[in-house]
C-alpha cells in the first residue's frame, strides 16, 4: 500500500516546481523571441491605429483594478469556500493563481507607461542610433 503523505508531499513539491518554472520559462521564451526587435537598429514602422492606441492608454487602468479585484476575489472564495482552502497543500496553486493575473496587471502597466513616454523613448533611441552611426 503506498503512502498517501509521500506522495502528497511529493506533490507539494511538484506545485513548488511549477509555480516557478513555467513563468521562468514563458520569461526565457519570450526574450528570446523577440530579441531581434530589441537589437535592430531599423527605424519603427508608424503605429496603423492611433485612436485604437489612445483608446488602450485610457482603459488600462480599468482592466488593471478589475483584474486585480477579480483575482482577489477569485483568490478569496478559493480559501474561504473550498475545504483546506487555506492550507499549505494549496499555497502554491493560490500562489500561481495570483502571479499569473499579476503579471498581466504589470505587463499592461509596462505597455501603457511606454505608450504614454513614446515621444522620449523614441528622441533617446534616435540620439543612441546617430551616435553608433557617427562612431
Sequence with gaps: MP?????????????????????????STGWALTAWLRFTRRPPRPASNLLRVERGIRG???????????????????????????SPENLPVLGLLVTVPLGSAAGLLHTRRLMCNNAGLHARWLERRSLTEHS
Design 3 to 27: 503512502d498517501a503523505t509521500a506522495y502528497g508531499y511529493a506533490q507539494r513539491r511538484s506545485w513548488i516546481f511549477f509555480a516557478w518554472w513555467y513563468p521562468a520559462v514563458l520569461a
Design 60 to 86: 488600462t487602468p480599468v482592466m488593471v483594478w478589475t483584474i486585480l479585484v477579480a483575482t482577489t476575489a477569485a483568490v478569496a472564495a478559493l480559501i474561504l469556500f473550498t475545504l483546506n482552502g487555506a
